[in-house]
């Protein structure tokens, strides 16, 4: 099952590309707020370093973290939305 769905599986949308540096670097139109995972096999240190080209990004990288960070951030992006409302 696993061979038949990775050699026949499509996105029904297509995938979000990398935003490149030079429009990191000129900012975004909106505010925005990255957390990030301590340590995260998946990103690394790239994320933070990507991160922190886009100017007046809130950027907060969380400790001690699981896959349930979405979770954890909750309380942190409801006052994010309410500061940028």
């Known amino acids: 099952m696993i061979a038949a769905a990775s050699s026949s599986y499509a996105n029904s949308l ?3 590309v990398t935003l490149s540096e030079r429009l990191l670097k000129t900012g975004l139109p909106m505010p925005v707020y990255i957390a990030l995972s301590y340590n995260s096999p ?3 240190d790239k994320a933070l370093e990507q991160a922190e080209l886009i100017p007046n990004a809130e950027i ?3 400790e001690n ?3 349930s960070l979405p979770t954890e951030v909750t309380a942190e992006l409801e006052a994010f939305w309410t500061r940028n409302e």
């Open 14 to 16: 297509p995938l979000p």
């Open 42 to 44: 998946m990103t690394g």
């Open 60 to 62: 907060r990288v969380w």
């Open 65 to 67: 973290t699981t896959r």
